[in-house]
Structure formats: structure tokens, C-alpha cells
């Protein structure tokens, strides 16, 4: 999606991540399908990759057999650039951005687009949701997110819940795994118009999928 981070999907690399884990423990369909109270045809399907659980699910499949939901489902997800000092002193609250501070701003817009994008697509890890709780101390809720949220003051966890409730409601509960360039798009310029973040105008497309040219950031 874009060319600082790798966020892809892949039902395929999921179930021969899941067909692995079952043969290391001797596992068989069956008894996973006990386990986590679906038919055995789903769980063929899984490890076909024809397709993939939920999220909820997932967190079950991670638990039982002792591993993450990034290696699991996700394991080629990564952010690839590295964070300055700076902006690791920011991310832990020894710091704030001014208006005038470019380049830890520009840090900001590529790291959150990032968060965000797996917020809304997948999930984040506890890391990753550490660091989006402390980007969301400058994030903005503009008038038209108040309406479709239903806050108008909020917690990261309301934020987090009430986002993905509204994606789930407005466009179907399979949305979430579907990690299209087309779907990406949508559900990113939704975002921009539900927040804004402090000291980055509206007019810069904080959420576009492509590198943000530093002399049309507009600072207020």
C-alpha cells in the first residue's frame, strides 16, 4: 500500500500457518473444530485458505496453540521505517509535537496511517496499540464524527470500539478482511473525515496512499 510499511493478507500463507501448527501438536480437524465450536468443513476451508475466521476466532486459534495473532495471521505485516529518538520520546510521552516540528509531524502522518490502517483491517498488537494511544492524544473529532460515532468527548478504547463498530454496521461485518487497495481507500478517506490531527490542516490528505510532499503541509 505504501512504500514505508508491508501490510498484506494471505489466506493461503494463514492456512499453511495453521495446518503446520495442527501437524507440530498432532492435532486433528476434529478436534480443533471442538475446540473452537465450528464444523469441520469450516476448518478444512481454513486450512485450504479458501478463507479466514474472525478476529475473535483468531485470538482463540492464537491461544491454543501458544502463539501470536501477528504470526498467525498477519506475519508479513510490518512497519518498515525506523522511528527516530524524537519520535519514540514523543510515542512515550516525553515529548510533544509544535506546529512547527516537520519532521516529527511528517513521523506522525506516515506512523499513524500505519496504526490506522491495521486498526481498521485487522487488529493491532499490544505494542502497536500502545503507540496508537499515545498518536490519539493529538487526533481531532470533527463535527461529522461526533454524528457518526456518537461521541463527543472520548477514550481511545470508545474511539477504537466505536470506529470499527460503525465500519462493521455501515459496510458489512466481512469488511474487516478483505485487505483490498479499493477498500483501503474508502474506508481511509471515512477516517479523514471522521478526525483531524492537531496541527495538520484538512487540506492535507493525511490518509492517501501515497508519500506526503512536505512543502504542501500547511501548519495552523
Known sequence: MHDIYCFREDKKEFGKNLKSLMEDRKMTVEELADKVGYGVNTINKWRSGERIPSLDTMKSLAT???????????????????????????????????????????????????????????????????????????????????????????????????????????YGASLPYKIRLEDSMMLINELNKIIKIKYVKEDVLLWNLFPVNILKMILI
Open 64 to 170: 491454543i496453540f501458544k502463539t501470536t495473532i501477528q504470526k498467525l495471521y498477519l506475519p508479513n505485516s510490518y512497519y518498515k521505517k525506523e522511528l527516530s529518538p524524537e519520535f519514540i520520546d514523543f510515542i512515550n510521552e516525553k515529548l510533544e509535537i509544535g506546529q512547527t516540528d516537520y519532521h516529527l509531524l511528517l513521523e506522525l502522518v506516515d506512523y499513524n496511517r500505519y496504526l490506522a490502517q491495521k486498526m481498521m483491517f485487522s487488529f493491532l498488537s499490544p505494542k502497536e496499540k500502545r503507540d496508537y494511544k499515545s498518536i490519539f492524544r493529538y487526533y481531532i473529532l470533527t463535527p461529522y464524527g461526533v454524528e457518526k460515532l456518537n461521541l463527543k468527548e472520548m477514550t481511545f478504547e470508545e474511539f477504537h470500539d466505536n470506529f470499527r463498530a460503525y465500519i462493521k454496521q455501515q
